[in-house]
């Protein structure tokens, strides 16, 4: 598109639970390709060492405290970050925290807290970015979702609850956007590695991937890095004006395996033939 439908040439991009994981490898990804970029934690010490990967490699970055269970928190930041870049055009809701636990035995105060973040944060960063972008007729929002939205996975308290209810209202912000040049998305990961459940009990942790097992969840043993999903987004906000990447599911692939697939078939013929008596 061009004219007044056209991409600036600067777009200042704001990432969330940018102190590791995704939210680093994001601001990484969007800073090499020429976003600057606003990152935002409760961990500012780490947000402030990624900041100064970023400016040491040639990028544009600015690292401030930020948290999203607290409106004067997001208020701040919201006014740092477009004093320091200026107005944005890109959001990244990523902050989340996933803690193991049995849904009726967690206490109700925790349970609500991780909601507090995985759902009202994120409407908290809505509420923060998004006005000025409809009224500047332009803007990407994408949030950063789980599989666990479509395939809950058991023990993980809140995880599938919140992420669940993130994209209902990330799917009912698109519509609402509709018309607006505002497009809203949703990246949906995978297993990957990253910090979230280092901090769990060794056993704990080892209980929650047997029953990931039990329930057919883990079907082989590769995980995903953060950079394949830091990918995924630049993908999505770098997608032309008319484009809109509504929704992009990221999966590790399985291993390789052992035998061709023309040789898994013979085998399988021939072990059928055995079961046949013939």
């Known amino acids: 598109m061009s004219g007044r439908y056209a991409q600036p040439a600067r ?10 994981g995704i939210g680093a490898a994001t601001a990484h990804a969007l800073a090499a390709a020429g976003f600057p970029v606003a990152l935002g934690a409760r961990r500012t010490d780490r947000c402030a060492e990624v900041a100064a990967q970023i400016r040491g490699s040639g990028g544009e970055a600015f690292a401030h405290a930020l948290d999203l269970t607290d409106d004067d928190s997001v208020a701040t930041f ?3 970050v477009v004093a320091e870049l200026g107005d944005v055009e890109v959001v990244v ?8 636990g049995t849904i009726h035995e967690v206490d109700t105060g925790r349970f609500g807290a991780e909601l507090d973040l995985s759902i009202v944060g994120a409407h908290r960063l809505v ?3 998004v006005p000025g972008m409809v009224e500047r007729r332009r803007g990407d929002v994408v949030f950063v979702s789980s599989d666990v939205a479509v395939r809950a996975r058991p023990f993980m308290s809140s995880y599938a609850a919140g992420k669940w209810g993130l ?4 799917h009912a912000l698109q519509m609402e956007l509709e018309g607006t ?3 809203a998305s949703v990246v949906r990961p995978g297993p990957t590695w990253s910090e979230m459940g280092s901090d ?5 942790a080892a209980f929650v991937l047997d029953q990931w097992v039990r329930f057919g969840q883990a079907r082989h043993p590769h995980f995903l890095k953060p950079s394949a999903i830091a990918d995924a987004i630049t993908t999505i906000v770098s997608a032309p004006r008319g484009v809109h990447l509504s929704l992009i599911e990221v999966n590790p692939e399985a291993p390789l395996s052992a035998t061709e697939p023309s040789e898994a078939r013979a085998s399988d013929r021939a072990d059928e033939s055995k079961l046949a008596g013939r």
């Open 78 to 80: 919201a006014e740092k």
């Open 127 to 129: 509420r923060a970015f």
């Open 200 to 204: 769990w009990d060794t056993d704990e």
């Open 181 to 183: 040049g505002v497009r």
């Open 167 to 170: 994209e209902g209202m990330a």
């Open 93 to 100: 809701s990523n902050a989340g925290a996933v803690a193991p």
């Open 11 to 20: 777009r200042p991009a704001v990432v969330t639970g940018a102190s590791s």
